[in-house]
Nanobody, 116 residues
Framework: QVQLVESGGGLVQPGGSLRLSCAVS????????MGWYRQAPGKQRELVAS???????KYEDAVKGRLTISRDDAKNMVYLQMNSLKPEDPAVYYC??????????WGQGTQVTVSS
């Protein structure tokens, strides 16, 4: 069974930075496109960044230039470097596979809060 464990969230001021981590176990991780998703209160979960097994990355327009996704296949880890955080970025952030409309079981996510 696939297990996803996100960490690294917290409270930062606008303009601050965070680095999120996601540990993946129970699957041959390196063959999958992985993504970071976020869900703000009252909103649907959305994909904000993805990275293919070859390392190609894609970003949602609102985060381009500020968030950077990366992966370490040897460690079964996915990362999200978040810079220049804005008041519209707060949400629970999750990692999961990017595969149409099917996902592995969701982890608990990690909360990002941006406030002065």
């Amino acid at each position: 069974q696939v297990q996803l464990v996100e960490s690294g969230g917290g409270l930062v001021q606008p303009g601050g930075s965070l680095r999120l981590s996601c540990a993946v176990s129970g699957i041959i991780f390196r063959i999958y496109t992985m993504g970071w998703y976020r869900q703000a209160p009252g909103k649907q979960r959305e994909l904000v960044a993805s990275i293919s097994r070859g390392g190609s990355t894609k970003y949602e327009d609102a985060v381009k230039g500020r968030l950077t996704i990366s992966r370490d296949d040897a460690k079964n880890m996915v990362y999200l470097q978040m810079n220049s955080l804005k008041p519209e970025d707060p949400a629970v952030y999750y990692c999961n596979v990017v595969s149409g409309s099917s996902w592995w079981d969701w982890g608990q996510g990690t909360q990002v809060t941006v406030s002065s």
